[in-house]
């Protein structure tokens, strides 16, 4: 157990839906991480917030959102789905940006778009 | 932007034996940190190694140790006296650090399978 809470584990939505997933970083971790695994493009970063703020974009559609509360747990929103966004999506934290830096990853929730 | 290769999609290795799993990188930059991940059939990810570039000596942990080849950009995993449990994913990554924070890159991955 990475100490990285995930809600929900699964979840099965249809196309054109908006969805929220949450995750609760470790104690004491500021950085919370959001990827991307699906079939076609493998592991993907999609954003990192720190603190509440956003700190580094990677390939997050526009129809992707995220934000990190005061209480440090991050959702991440998805709409207008399509099946391509089926997928395996982890959180992970870390305690800061600051060197080394070890990722925990959540179990990941799993979406499917039907 | 940097990419990860991994060459190797499926690999399969006896139980008590020594597999090598290859990973190469790309980057014009020379302050950088390598990963390789761990993805059981649980679907968890978890860190196996962590290896700094500006360290010349390889990084070990238990029966993993890497072979770290900076000029050639290369990062192999090397797992000694595999076990049944080792059967994952196992995924290299690449970090480059910058004020913009701390992003994974990751390889496609390659499926490990040990047998009895």
């Known amino acids: 157990d990475s100490g990285v809470t995930q809600t929900p584990k699964h979840l099965i939505t249809a196309t054109g839906q908006r969805v929220t997933l949450r995750c609760s970083p470790r104690s004491g971790d500021l950085s919370v991480y959001w990827y991307q695994q699906s079939l076609d493009q493998g592991l993907q970063f999609l954003i990192q917030y720190y603190n509440g703020e956003e700190r580094a974009k990677g390939n997050i559609l526009e129809r992707f959102s995220a934000q990190q509360f005061p209480d440090l747990h991050s959702e991440l929103n998805l709409s207008s789905l399509e099946l391509g966004d089926s997928a395996l999506y982890f959180c992970a934290s870390s305690v800061s940006t600051g060197l080394p830096n070890e990722q925990f990853f959540g179990p990941g929730t799993r979406l499917t778009v039907l | 932007a940097q990419t990860v290769t991994q060459s190797q999609p499926e690999m399969s290795v006896q139980e008590a034996e020594t597999v090598t799993l290859s990973c190469t990188y790309d980057?014009?930059?020379?302050?950088?940190?390598l990963f390789w991940y761990k993805q059981p059939p649980s679907r968890q990810m978890i860190l196996v190694i962590r290896q700094e570039a500006y360290k010349q000596q390889n990084a070990t942990e238990n029966r993993f140790s890497v072979n770290f080849q900076k000029a050639a950009k290369s990062f192999s995993l090397k797992i000694s006296d595999s076990q049944l449990g080792d059967t994952a994913m196992y995924f290299c990554a690449f970090m480059l650090p910058s004020n913009s924070g701390y992003a994974l890159n990751f390889g496609k991955g390659t499926s490990l399978l040990v047998t009895p």
């Open positions: 980057t014009s930059e020379s302050n950088y940190y």
